[in-house]
């Protein structure tokens, strides 16, 4: 037998014929094998070691892309299929679906594993055969596994990292210019894929067709997320990797497994900080720049609106045709009538306007996205001075004494919304009045001719008539 076994392989089987010299001889074994039997043996080989083997390693597969392979401490999660030498299975995480997580080199696996997983990738898949002294040994483990078992692993490793590791860093994409970087309380918009080290989608802001908005350093996010949105520019693109203690950690979320290093492919769409005010920034300045607009005003001006990553919202240049307001009369977001003042005729200017001043968190349905930064490029075209706070109309010349009877063209003793209007159209037509510009002519009248009417009678007496400095300062605007 000694003579017939050798140069066998595992798994293969012979019919061996032993001739009774190199048997059991004359003598035989009594009660069992007769003197000068031929022995007939068939034989087939489920394993074999040597005392002098190692851990043998077969890759069949590795990434291109390897920055890091396991080393000693390290945690690692890998699937794998225990068989033995001839085949046979006796263990898979495969058909527990889970990953087997454990820490390398540090005596939590035994000592053929610990060896064989060293130096791995992520995403590499190797052959792992273990003799038995580094495995179970002579005593196999008890339930599965006999004694003296060399064992075979088809090992997928999936994650690895380490208890000291920090989040990674790497840049994919940083704009030219970048006036800006994130601090600890802004608020950023980003788009990002969540995957796994092994390329598993776990979660992507795209498929939602959102991003992603959140304060950043303070909480709001995992601790890897929020230390990788610092320091980060507008239109900035970069790869965060988190190690699990810095993301989800033993327990995992969802979709995303215990002990998980995560891959967050970033784009910062924009932000800003809750303390921010309009940024205001002259292209175009005319020599001559001293009327300047103010509250009350009429413009006429061009926009083009757009997000901070460029995206256009809207433009009156499209349109053919300027956008006119009256200034500090709620006609646009605060933050444009901010960005409004003080500008003079054929200025250009660039206006940002943070969320807060401008379509704030719920943004306009459609159209501008939820806390957006908004910019505006503006050109001042055309600015009509408006009136005095307070008033709609004021007298360009001397006020009659007699201003109530001229109103009261049939002279019966009270006036009515029709003559009321007819006359004051007539003295804005002669240049005599002049009605706060970029207002409805009928609702100036009409709102001017309800003060007067104080009763509410609809018609004004003479002694309802008041001029507007003959008021108690109370809370018309009239004449």
């Known amino acids: 037998m000694d003579k017939a076994l050798l140069g066998m392989c595992v798994n293969e089987r012979r019919f061996v014929k032993i001739p009774p010299k190199l048997a059991y001889g004359s003598e035989g074994v009594s009660g069992v094998i007769p003197p000068n039997a031929v022995l007939h043996f068939d034989v087939l080989l489920i394993d074999l070691w040597n005392s002098e083997d190692e851990v043998q390693i077969q890759t069949y597969f590795k990434s291109e892309n390897c920055t890091r392979t396991v080393q000693v401490s390290d945690f690692v999660r890998y699937h794998y299929n225990g068989t033995f030498l001839d085949g046979t299975l006796f263990d898979s995480s495969h ?10 080199g540090i005596g939590w696996l035994i000592p053929g594993m610990d060896k064989g997983l060293l130096g791995m990738c992520v995403g590499e898949k190797r052959i792992i055969t273990i003799p038995p002294f580094l495995a179970y040994g002579e005593e196999g483990d008890g339930k599965d596994i006999p004694g003296q078992a060399s064992l075979v692993f088809d090992v997928a490793l999936l994650d690895l990292h380490n208890p000291k590791d920090g989040i990674t860093i790497e840049n994919q994409q940083v704009p030219e210019s970048c006036e800006r970087k994130s601090q600890t309380g802004d608020f950023l918009r980003y788009h990002y894929n969540g995957t796994l080290m092994d390329g598993t989608l776990f979660d992507s802001s795209y498929s939602r067709n959102r991003t992603y908005d959140t304060y950043v350093g303070k909480g709001y996010v995992i601790a890897g997320m929020d230390e990788g949105l610092l320091g980060v520019c507008i239109g900035e693109k970069r790869r965060v990797i988190i190690p699990p203690h810095l993301g989800y950690g033993e327990e995992g979320r969802g ?225």
């Open 255 to 479: 979709k995303i497994p215990g002990s998980a290093v995560l891959v967050f492919d970033i784009h910062v769409i924009d932000f800003h900080n809750p303390s921010d005010s309009v940024s205001i920034t002259t292209h175009y300045k005319p020599t001559n720049c001293t009327v300047l607009s103010k509250k009350g005003d009429y413009l006429k001006y061009h926009y083009n609106a757009s997000l901070l990553d460029g995206t256009l919202l809207d433009s009156t240049l499209n349109l053919g045709k300027t956008y006119n307001i009256v200034l500090g009369s709620g006609q646009v977001v605060l933050g444009m009538d901010m960005g409004l003042r003080d500008m003079c005729v054929g200025e250009r200017r660039r206006v940002v306007i943070p969320p807060h001043l401008g379509y704030g968190e719920h943004g306009v349905e459609g159209e501008v996205p939820g806390s957006a930064v908004l910019v505006f490029d503006i050109e001042l075209l055309e600015l009509v001075s408006g009136l005095p706070e307070g008033y709609m109309f004021i007298w360009n010349d001397e006020v009659s004494p007699n201003l109530f009877e001229e109103i009261d063209q049939d002279n019966n003793g009270e006036v009515l919304l029709e003559e009321f209007s007819e006359y004051i159209q007539a003295q804005v037509n002669s240049g005599k009045g002049k009605l706060a510009p970029g207002f409805d002519f009928e609702m100036i009248v009409k709102n001017m001719f309800a003060n007067q009417d104080r009763n509410g009678d609809g018609k004004i007496l003479a002694d309802e008539f008041k001029l507007k400095d003959q008021e108690s300062r109370e809370e018309h605007d009239e004449l």
């Open 95 to 104: 058909n527990r679906m889970r990953t087997y997580d454990t820490y390398v």
